[in-house]
Protein backbone atom coordinates (compact mmCIF):
# COMPACT_ATOMS: atom_id res chain seq x y z
CA UNK A 1 0.00 0.00 0.00
CA UNK A 2 1.33 2.94 -1.09
CA UNK A 3 1.05 6.24 1.36
CA UNK A 4 0.42 9.60 0.10
CA UNK A 5 3.46 11.61 1.30
CA UNK A 6 4.05 14.51 -0.92
CA UNK A 7 1.00 16.43 -0.74
CA UNK A 8 0.47 15.61 2.85
CA UNK A 9 3.48 17.08 3.42
CA UNK A 10 2.27 20.65 4.84
CA UNK A 11 -1.04 19.16 6.69
CA UNK A 12 1.31 17.15 8.31
CA UNK A 13 3.60 19.89 9.61
CA UNK A 14 0.78 22.42 10.58
CA UNK A 15 -1.33 19.74 12.86
CA UNK A 16 0.87 20.87 15.94
CA UNK A 17 0.83 24.41 15.58
CA UNK A 18 -1.11 26.58 17.84
CA UNK A 19 -2.71 29.66 16.95
CA UNK A 20 -0.99 33.44 18.15
CA UNK A 21 -1.93 36.69 18.79
CA UNK A 22 0.64 38.92 17.35
CA UNK A 23 -0.47 42.11 18.77
CA UNK A 24 0.17 41.27 22.36
CA UNK A 25 3.58 41.41 23.89
CA UNK A 26 5.66 38.03 24.92
CA UNK A 27 7.63 37.29 27.62
CA UNK A 28 9.87 34.53 27.81
CA UNK A 29 10.32 32.43 30.99
CA UNK A 30 12.41 29.71 32.36
CA UNK A 31 11.36 28.01 35.65
CA UNK A 32 13.65 26.77 37.55
CA UNK A 33 14.06 24.55 41.30
CA UNK A 34 15.10 26.43 43.38
CA UNK A 35 17.67 24.14 45.47
CA UNK A 36 18.72 21.84 42.06
CA UNK A 37 18.70 24.19 39.53
CA UNK A 38 16.53 21.91 36.76
CA UNK A 39 14.12 23.15 34.85
CA UNK A 40 10.23 22.53 35.97
CA UNK A 41 7.95 21.29 33.25
CA UNK A 42 4.27 21.59 33.53
CA UNK A 43 4.16 24.49 35.85
CA UNK A 44 0.54 26.64 35.04
CA UNK A 45 1.20 30.27 34.29
CA UNK A 46 -1.84 32.69 34.54
CA UNK A 47 -1.78 36.63 34.21
CA UNK A 48 -4.89 38.64 35.59
CA UNK A 49 -6.35 35.46 36.52
CA UNK A 50 -6.21 33.15 33.68
CA UNK A 51 -3.72 30.24 32.83
CA UNK A 52 -2.24 31.24 29.47
CA UNK A 53 0.49 28.56 28.86
CA UNK A 54 2.08 25.53 30.64
CA UNK A 55 6.30 25.59 30.90
CA UNK A 56 7.42 22.43 28.39
CA UNK A 57 10.09 19.80 29.44
CA UNK A 58 12.78 22.52 29.36
CA UNK A 59 11.23 24.66 31.69
CA UNK A 60 10.43 27.31 29.20
CA UNK A 61 7.07 28.70 28.27
CA UNK A 62 6.34 32.23 26.11
CA UNK A 63 3.63 33.89 27.94
CA UNK A 64 1.38 36.39 26.42
CA UNK A 65 1.20 39.65 28.44
CA UNK A 66 -1.28 41.93 27.12
CA UNK A 67 -0.91 45.10 25.17
CA UNK A 68 0.61 47.50 27.42
CA UNK A 69 1.25 48.07 31.15
CA UNK A 70 2.94 46.41 33.54
CA UNK A 71 1.49 42.51 34.23
CA UNK A 72 1.69 40.06 36.95
CA UNK A 73 2.88 36.16 36.54
CA UNK A 74 1.40 33.92 38.85
CA UNK A 75 3.13 30.45 38.73
CA UNK A 76 1.80 27.33 39.86
CA UNK A 77 2.59 23.92 40.29
CA UNK A 78 1.68 21.05 42.33
CA UNK A 79 4.77 20.35 43.81
CA UNK A 80 5.94 23.55 44.60
CA UNK A 81 4.75 26.96 46.34
CA UNK A 82 3.22 29.79 43.97
CA UNK A 83 4.75 32.90 43.24
CA UNK A 84 4.39 36.34 41.53
CA UNK A 85 6.21 37.71 39.24
CA UNK A 86 5.84 41.24 38.57
CA UNK A 87 6.93 42.49 34.86
CA UNK A 88 7.69 46.19 33.91
CA UNK A 89 7.30 47.84 30.77
CA UNK A 90 11.42 48.09 30.31
CA UNK A 91 11.97 44.44 31.34
CA UNK A 92 9.69 42.60 28.37
CA UNK A 93 11.72 41.24 25.50
CA UNK A 94 14.41 39.92 27.98
CA UNK A 95 14.12 36.22 29.63
CA UNK A 96 13.05 35.98 33.06
CA UNK A 97 14.47 33.29 35.18
CA UNK A 98 12.30 31.85 37.86
CA UNK A 99 12.99 29.86 40.79
CA UNK A 100 10.17 27.65 42.50
CA UNK A 101 11.02 26.40 46.63
CA UNK A 102 9.57 22.59 46.75
CA UNK A 103 6.26 23.23 48.66
CA UNK A 104 6.41 22.26 52.28
CA UNK A 105 3.57 19.41 53.15
CA UNK A 106 2.18 18.68 56.84
CA UNK A 107 0.70 15.10 56.45
CA UNK A 108 -1.22 13.49 58.72
CA UNK A 109 -0.44 9.87 60.40
CA UNK A 110 -1.36 7.59 57.90
CA UNK A 111 -1.07 3.55 57.55
CA UNK A 112 1.75 2.64 54.96
CA UNK A 113 -0.66 1.49 52.12
CA UNK A 114 -1.60 1.92 48.54
CA UNK A 115 -2.63 5.44 47.93
CA UNK A 116 -6.13 5.59 46.57
CA UNK A 117 -6.71 6.76 41.95
CA UNK A 118 -6.66 10.32 41.62
CA UNK A 119 -10.19 11.78 40.32
CA UNK A 120 -8.53 13.96 37.26
CA UNK A 121 -11.83 14.79 35.62
CA UNK A 122 -15.28 14.24 36.99
CA UNK A 123 -18.49 16.23 36.06
CA UNK A 124 -21.91 15.76 37.04
CA UNK A 125 -23.60 16.83 33.45
CA UNK A 126 -21.14 15.15 31.44
CA UNK A 127 -19.24 11.40 30.63
CA UNK A 128 -15.95 11.41 30.24
CA UNK A 129 -15.37 9.24 26.70
CA UNK A 130 -11.66 9.64 25.04
CA UNK A 131 -8.79 11.29 26.74
CA UNK A 132 -5.19 12.05 25.69
CA UNK A 133 -2.27 12.88 27.56
CA UNK A 134 0.67 14.96 26.66
CA UNK A 135 2.83 18.09 27.82
CA UNK A 136 0.15 20.36 27.23
CA UNK A 137 -1.73 18.84 29.58
CA UNK A 138 -4.96 16.30 29.66
CA UNK A 139 -7.39 15.85 26.79
CA UNK A 140 -11.09 14.50 27.72
CA UNK A 141 -13.69 14.23 25.35
CA UNK A 142 -17.07 14.59 26.84
CA UNK A 143 -20.26 13.82 26.06
CA UNK A 144 -23.84 13.81 27.21
CA UNK A 145 -24.75 10.52 25.72
CA UNK A 146 -23.93 8.46 22.81
CA UNK A 147 -26.09 8.36 19.17
CA UNK A 148 -28.29 5.80 19.41
CA UNK A 149 -29.04 5.60 15.89
CA UNK A 150 -26.59 5.04 12.99
CA UNK A 151 -25.80 4.55 9.74
CA UNK A 152 -25.57 0.90 8.98
CA UNK A 153 -21.41 1.39 8.08
CA UNK A 154 -21.47 2.84 11.50
CA UNK A 155 -22.69 -0.27 13.07
CA UNK A 156 -20.12 -1.44 16.43
CA UNK A 157 -18.77 1.66 16.58
CA UNK A 158 -19.18 4.31 19.50
CA UNK A 159 -20.37 7.38 18.20
CA UNK A 160 -20.94 10.39 20.39
CA UNK A 161 -22.95 13.58 19.90
CA UNK A 162 -23.41 16.63 21.84
CA UNK A 163 -19.31 16.48 22.22
CA UNK A 164 -17.23 18.78 23.85
CA UNK A 165 -13.37 19.22 24.13
CA UNK A 166 -11.70 20.20 27.70
CA UNK A 167 -8.05 20.83 28.23
CA UNK A 168 -6.98 20.35 31.93
CA UNK A 169 -3.71 21.62 33.19
CA UNK A 170 -1.42 19.84 36.00
CA UNK A 171 -3.85 21.05 38.30
CA UNK A 172 -6.63 19.27 36.82
CA UNK A 173 -8.71 22.62 36.33
CA UNK A 174 -10.52 23.62 33.17
CA UNK A 175 -8.04 25.51 31.20
CA UNK A 176 -10.37 25.54 27.94
CA UNK A 177 -13.24 23.75 26.59
CA UNK A 178 -15.20 23.91 23.28
CA UNK A 179 -18.06 22.15 21.63
CA UNK A 180 -17.21 20.15 18.18
CA UNK A 181 -19.61 20.45 15.73
CA UNK A 182 -20.47 16.84 14.46
CA UNK A 183 -20.78 13.64 15.75
CA UNK A 184 -17.58 11.81 17.18
CA UNK A 185 -15.84 8.41 17.22
CA UNK A 186 -12.87 9.37 19.12
CA UNK A 187 -9.47 11.37 20.02
CA UNK A 188 -6.60 10.69 18.24
CA UNK A 189 -2.97 12.08 18.01
CA UNK A 190 -0.61 12.65 15.00
CA UNK A 191 3.31 12.24 15.36
CA UNK A 192 3.95 15.02 17.85
CA UNK A 193 1.56 13.42 20.35
CA UNK A 194 -0.77 16.28 19.32
CA UNK A 195 -4.53 15.94 19.82
CA UNK A 196 -6.99 15.24 16.82
CA UNK A 197 -10.32 14.70 16.50
CA UNK A 198 -12.15 11.84 14.51
CA UNK A 199 -15.26 13.06 13.64
CA UNK A 200 -17.64 11.27 11.40
CA UNK A 201 -17.57 13.43 8.62
CA UNK A 202 -14.18 15.92 9.51
CA UNK A 203 -11.30 15.82 11.25
CA UNK A 204 -9.83 18.50 13.45
CA UNK A 205 -7.02 19.32 14.20
CA UNK A 206 -6.59 21.20 17.60
CA UNK A 207 -4.90 24.37 17.97
CA UNK A 208 -4.93 27.46 20.93
CA UNK A 209 -5.65 30.93 20.72
CA UNK A 210 -6.01 33.52 23.93
CA UNK A 211 -9.69 32.94 23.53
CA UNK A 212 -9.13 29.17 23.94
CA UNK A 213 -9.33 26.03 22.20
CA UNK A 214 -9.69 26.20 18.15
CA UNK A 215 -10.70 23.21 15.80
CA UNK A 216 -9.75 23.20 12.68
CA UNK A 217 -11.43 21.00 10.04
CA UNK A 218 -9.86 18.52 7.56
CA UNK A 219 -10.79 15.30 5.62
CA UNK A 220 -11.16 12.41 7.13
CA UNK A 221 -8.59 10.60 4.55
CA UNK A 222 -5.78 12.61 5.06
CA UNK A 223 -5.96 11.68 8.82
CA UNK A 224 -6.01 8.05 7.65
CA UNK A 225 -3.55 8.42 4.80
CA UNK A 226 -1.31 10.77 5.91
CA UNK A 227 -1.71 11.75 9.94
CA UNK A 228 -2.08 8.46 11.46
CA UNK A 229 0.46 6.39 10.12
CA UNK A 230 2.97 8.64 11.03
CA UNK A 231 3.83 7.56 14.70
CA UNK A 232 7.32 9.16 15.57
CA UNK A 233 10.19 11.17 14.36
CA UNK A 234 14.15 11.03 14.81
CA UNK A 235 16.73 13.82 14.14
CA UNK A 236 15.99 13.91 9.93
CA UNK A 237 13.36 11.77 9.89
CA UNK A 238 9.51 10.92 10.35
CA UNK A 239 8.69 7.39 11.77
CA UNK A 240 5.30 5.43 10.38
CA UNK A 241 4.64 2.55 8.32
CA UNK A 242 2.15 1.13 5.57
CA UNK A 243 -0.01 -1.10 8.28
CA UNK A 244 -3.31 -2.21 6.90
CA UNK A 245 -6.36 -4.10 8.88
CA UNK A 246 -6.74 -6.53 5.99
CA UNK A 247 -3.31 -7.17 4.88
CA UNK A 248 -1.32 -9.84 6.81
CA UNK A 249 2.42 -7.54 6.62
CA UNK A 250 3.48 -4.52 6.93
CA UNK A 251 7.10 -2.30 6.36
CA UNK A 252 8.19 0.46 8.84
CA UNK A 253 8.96 3.58 6.96
CA UNK A 254 11.02 6.30 8.06
CA UNK A 255 10.33 9.81 5.41
CA UNK A 256 12.96 12.75 5.22
CA UNK A 257 10.50 15.96 4.84
CA UNK A 258 13.13 17.71 3.55
CA UNK A 259 14.87 15.39 1.15
CA UNK A 260 11.83 14.17 -0.24
CA UNK A 261 12.78 10.66 0.27
CA UNK A 262 11.55 7.33 1.99
CA UNK A 263 13.46 4.50 3.17
CA UNK A 264 12.25 1.69 4.57
CA UNK A 265 13.56 0.55 8.22
CA UNK A 266 12.07 -3.21 8.13
CA UNK A 267 9.16 -5.45 6.73
CA UNK A 268 7.10 -7.49 9.29
CA UNK A 269 5.50 -10.63 7.66
CA UNK A 270 2.68 -13.31 9.69
CA UNK A 271 3.95 -15.79 7.40
CA UNK A 272 0.73 -18.43 8.39
CA UNK A 273 -1.38 -15.53 7.55
CA UNK A 274 0.11 -14.41 4.53
CA UNK A 275 0.26 -18.17 3.08
CA UNK A 276 -3.43 -18.48 3.96
CA UNK A 277 -4.40 -15.17 1.72
CA UNK A 278 -2.37 -15.89 -1.36
CA UNK A 279 -4.15 -19.04 -1.15
CA UNK A 280 -7.31 -17.81 -2.47
CA UNK A 281 -6.29 -16.92 -5.70
CA UNK A 282 -6.42 -21.24 -6.79
CA UNK A 283 -10.13 -21.08 -5.10
CA UNK A 284 -11.50 -17.96 -7.73
CA UNK A 285 -13.27 -19.02 -10.18
CA UNK A 286 -11.79 -18.58 -13.98
CA UNK A 287 -13.52 -14.72 -14.80
CA UNK A 288 -12.43 -14.28 -11.15
CA UNK A 289 -8.67 -15.37 -11.66
CA UNK A 290 -8.45 -13.79 -15.12
CA UNK A 291 -9.51 -10.06 -13.56
CA UNK A 292 -7.46 -10.84 -10.40
CA UNK A 293 -4.61 -10.80 -13.05
CA UNK A 294 -5.43 -7.48 -14.84
CA UNK A 295 -5.74 -5.80 -12.36
CA UNK A 296 -2.54 -6.86 -10.72
CA UNK A 297 -1.24 -6.08 -14.19
CA UNK A 298 -2.40 -2.30 -13.44
CA UNK A 299 -1.49 -2.07 -10.05
CA UNK A 300 1.89 -3.59 -10.14
CA UNK A 301 1.36 -6.36 -7.34
CA UNK A 302 1.00 -10.12 -7.14
CA UNK A 303 -2.32 -11.29 -8.65
CA UNK A 304 -2.33 -13.14 -5.42
CA UNK A 305 -2.68 -10.59 -3.32
CA UNK A 306 -5.20 -8.85 -5.38
CA UNK A 307 -7.24 -12.45 -5.13
CA UNK A 308 -7.04 -12.01 -1.10
CA UNK A 309 -8.59 -8.73 -1.32
CA UNK A 310 -10.74 -9.82 -3.80
CA UNK A 311 -12.00 -12.87 -1.85
CA UNK A 312 -12.62 -10.40 1.61
CA UNK A 313 -10.11 -12.69 3.41
CA UNK A 314 -9.85 -10.38 5.99
CA UNK A 315 -13.32 -11.14 7.28
CA UNK A 316 -12.81 -14.15 8.33
CA UNK A 317 -13.31 -14.88 12.16
CA UNK A 318 -10.12 -16.20 12.76
CA UNK A 319 -8.36 -13.74 10.96
CA UNK A 320 -6.12 -11.71 13.14
CA UNK A 321 -4.67 -8.05 12.05
CA UNK A 322 -1.06 -7.70 12.09
CA UNK A 323 0.29 -6.20 15.27
CA UNK A 324 3.98 -4.67 15.21
CA UNK A 325 4.36 -1.13 16.54
CA UNK A 326 7.35 0.40 16.53
CA UNK A 327 8.42 2.53 19.69
CA UNK A 328 11.87 4.69 20.14
CA UNK A 329 13.49 4.45 23.08
CA UNK A 330 16.58 6.49 23.60
CA UNK A 331 19.23 6.07 20.88
CA UNK A 332 17.33 2.59 19.77
CA UNK A 333 14.35 1.69 17.83
CA UNK A 334 12.29 -1.21 18.91
CA UNK A 335 10.02 -3.18 16.37
CA UNK A 336 8.02 -5.69 18.06
CA UNK A 337 7.66 -8.59 15.71
CA UNK A 338 4.54 -10.52 17.28
CA UNK A 339 4.41 -12.66 14.10
CA UNK A 340 7.64 -14.25 15.58
CA UNK A 341 7.96 -13.28 18.84
CA UNK A 342 10.51 -11.39 18.58
CA UNK A 343 11.99 -7.51 19.44
CA UNK A 344 13.89 -6.45 16.56
CA UNK A 345 16.48 -3.51 17.10
CA UNK A 346 17.48 -0.76 14.49
CA UNK A 347 20.37 2.23 15.40
CA UNK A 348 19.23 5.56 14.35
CA UNK A 349 21.02 4.77 11.03
CA UNK A 350 18.50 2.26 10.30
CA UNK A 351 21.15 -0.68 11.03
CA UNK A 352 19.68 -3.63 12.59
CA UNK A 353 20.78 -5.15 15.60
CA UNK A 354 20.62 -8.76 17.52
CA UNK A 355 16.82 -9.73 17.98
CA UNK A 356 15.73 -10.77 21.56
CA UNK A 357 12.34 -12.88 22.36
CA UNK A 358 9.24 -11.63 23.55
CA UNK A 359 8.31 -13.06 26.90
CA UNK A 360 4.94 -11.35 27.32
CA UNK A 361 2.90 -12.88 24.77
CA UNK A 362 0.38 -15.42 25.47
CA UNK A 363 -0.86 -16.68 28.90
CA UNK A 364 1.20 -15.85 31.85
CA UNK A 365 0.54 -16.03 36.00
CA UNK A 366 -3.22 -16.75 35.09
CA UNK A 367 -3.38 -13.29 32.72
CA UNK A 368 -3.60 -12.99 29.06
CA UNK A 369 -2.08 -10.31 27.34
CA UNK A 370 -4.61 -8.49 25.78
CA UNK A 371 -2.95 -7.62 22.50
CA UNK A 372 -1.83 -3.78 23.74
CA UNK A 373 1.66 -2.05 24.40
CA UNK A 374 1.53 1.44 25.57
CA UNK A 375 4.41 4.33 25.98
CA UNK A 376 4.82 6.77 28.12
CA UNK A 377 6.65 9.33 26.25
CA UNK A 378 8.50 11.28 29.19
CA UNK A 379 10.23 8.00 30.23
CA UNK A 380 10.19 6.19 26.88
CA UNK A 381 8.94 2.89 28.69
CA UNK A 382 7.05 0.61 27.10
CA UNK A 383 4.78 -1.71 28.58
CA UNK A 384 2.27 -4.87 28.14
CA UNK A 385 -1.41 -4.74 29.13
CA UNK A 386 -2.75 -7.95 30.79
CA UNK A 387 -6.36 -8.70 31.70
CA UNK A 388 -8.24 -11.24 33.45
CA UNK A 389 -11.64 -11.30 34.92
CA UNK A 390 -11.39 -6.99 34.63
CA UNK A 391 -8.71 -7.03 36.59
CA UNK A 392 -5.97 -5.00 34.33
CA UNK A 393 -2.04 -4.89 35.13
CA UNK A 394 0.75 -3.27 33.14
CA UNK A 395 4.33 -5.01 32.78
CA UNK A 396 7.25 -3.12 31.63
CA UNK A 397 9.47 -4.39 28.98
CA UNK A 398 13.05 -4.31 28.95
CA UNK A 399 14.57 -2.97 26.13
CA UNK A 400 17.93 -5.03 26.18
CA UNK A 401 16.43 -8.43 26.68
CA UNK A 402 12.82 -8.95 26.38
CA UNK A 403 11.73 -9.26 30.14
CA UNK A 404 9.41 -8.07 32.04
CA UNK A 405 9.45 -5.91 35.11
CA UNK A 406 7.32 -6.73 38.02
CA UNK A 407 2.86 -6.48 37.47
CA UNK A 408 1.26 -2.88 38.18
CA UNK A 409 -2.07 -4.09 38.87
CA UNK A 410 -4.71 -1.20 38.45
CA UNK A 411 -6.47 -0.56 41.42
CA UNK A 412 -10.27 -0.55 39.80
CA UNK A 413 -12.12 -3.25 37.71
CA UNK A 414 -12.44 -2.79 33.81
CA UNK A 415 -10.51 0.06 33.43
CA UNK A 416 -10.95 2.28 29.55
CA UNK A 417 -8.96 4.21 27.24
CA UNK A 418 -5.95 3.03 29.67
CA UNK A 419 -2.70 5.24 28.88
CA UNK A 420 0.48 5.79 30.73
CA UNK A 421 2.36 9.61 30.80
CA UNK A 422 5.09 10.46 32.81
CA UNK A 423 4.76 7.67 35.36
CA UNK A 424 1.52 7.42 35.82
CA UNK A 425 -1.63 5.49 34.38
CA UNK A 426 -4.48 7.22 33.07
CA UNK A 427 -8.05 5.50 32.65
CA UNK A 428 -11.68 6.28 32.66
CA UNK A 429 -13.70 4.36 34.57
CA UNK A 430 -16.82 4.36 36.92
CA UNK A 431 -18.45 2.41 39.65
CA UNK A 432 -20.46 -0.55 38.36
CA UNK A 433 -24.13 0.00 39.49
CA UNK A 434 -23.26 3.78 40.18
CA UNK A 435 -25.57 6.97 39.02
CA UNK A 436 -21.43 8.86 38.80
CA UNK A 437 -20.81 9.88 35.18
CA UNK A 438 -17.51 8.16 33.69
CA UNK A 439 -14.71 9.48 35.19
CA UNK A 440 -10.90 9.62 34.07
CA UNK A 441 -8.46 8.89 37.09
CA UNK A 442 -5.07 7.85 37.42
CA UNK A 443 -2.19 6.23 39.67
CA UNK A 444 1.30 6.46 40.19
CA UNK A 445 3.32 3.64 38.21
Known amino acids: MRLKLRNGLVLLLTFGCLLHTSAQRVQSVLVLDSAERTPIAGVAISVDGSVLVLTGPQGRAEV ?3 HTGTAVMHLAHTSYRPRDVRVDEADVGKEHVVLLAARD ?6 SVGRAAPEEVFR ?3 LHAADLLVNDAGIWVLAYEHPRMLRAEGDAGKEILRDVRLVLLDTLFN ?7 PEDVLGLRHDLHNEAVIEGTRHAFAVGRNTDGLVLRPFGLEDLRQRVLPWTDSIPEWILG ?5 DYP ?18 SVVDSFMMDLFRSEYKYLKGPDKVLAMNLAQELGVDKEVVAGYMAGFSHNIWYQPLYAPLFTVGDTLLVFDHARSR ?3 FTLAMAELPSVPL ?3 GKEEGRQWTGRLLQDRVTEKVHAEFKHNGTTWLRAIDPATGAMAAAFKLAVPWPERVQVHHGWVYYIWRPAGSLQKRTVYRERL
Open 64 to 66: PLG
Open 105 to 110: RLLPAI
Open 123 to 125: RED
Open 174 to 180: EVASCPV
Open 241 to 245: SNANA
Open 249 to 266: ALDHLAYDPVRDTLRRIC
Open 343 to 345: LRK
Open 359 to 361: AYM
